[in-house]
């Protein structure tokens, strides 16, 4: 049900996220089930012929640099997952993440008070790295206090990272804690973005984590072409040769 009420707010894509804990107990990384044995039949993005995109993500919550290891390894099943992110719990973790590991998001607590400051060095090294932050919405809008959370661990980041690298997500476990993308853009400016970092944060900056995946699990380089939009002032000036010469 989550699935098409994606699609019917307005997303063309949705990531069906498998969350790693190794502080609960040993845990294995399986490979990701596929997409086609859950859902037989694809909606259909609306404006478009394309179906919905549905990826797999894989989440590792580490609060020991050991955990770290398994990243670091060759491993055949997380190479077969489209996203992954860390969950790093201690301010060294945050740093190994940000500098060393080869992952796509570092996931931002949202639920507690941080336990440490975010610093600049590591951060614009991930974002020099073209690796992103996210930031989960659904813990705010499901108890004050979290909400308080969020929006003050979130402003923390933005004085550091400047409003760059930003992911808006839900973690959503139920269809009613979903909301459409215009809506989380609004709640991107209580976490300190402007208008078009929310936006983007929504949107393109979802776009290439999702390349910055493809990159790592290829090893080579995703390029893709963006058409330029044409300004005002270059349409006006930009007269053919014939109506000039009758201006004249």
Known sequence: NSLFVCFSVGYSAVALNHVIDFKEKKQEIIKPVSPSELFPSLPIVQGTSKRIKVLTRLTLIVSDPSHCN??????????????????????????????????????????????????????????????????????????????????????????????????????????????????????????????????????TNCRATMLHGETRKTACGVVYTVKKPRKVEEEETTVPACKKAKTQ
Not at 92 to 98: M, P
Not at 144 to 149: A, D, F, I
């Open 70 to 203: 398994l990243l670091r390894s060759t491993s055949a099943n997380i190479r077969l997952y489209d996203i992954i992110a860390v969950f790093p719990k201690t301010e060294k973790l945050f740093h190994i993440a940000c500098t060393t590991l080869d992952v796509d998001l570092v996931c931002i607590n949202v639920t507690e008070k941080l336990p440490f400051y975010f610093r600049r060095p590591p951060v614009n090294m991930a974002i020099d790295r073209g690796i992103y932050f996210e930031l989960l919405y659904t813990p705010a809008i499901k108890d004050s206090t979290m909400r308080r959370y969020t929006i003050s661990n979130a402003i923390s980041l933005m004085q550091i990272c400047k409003g760059k690298n930003i992911v808006i997500s839900s973690a959503a476990e139920r269809s009613l804690e979903l909301r459409g993308p215009y809506d989380v853009a609004n709640l991107g400016l209580l976490f300190g973005l402007s208008e078009s970092e929310a936006k983007a944060a929504v949107s």
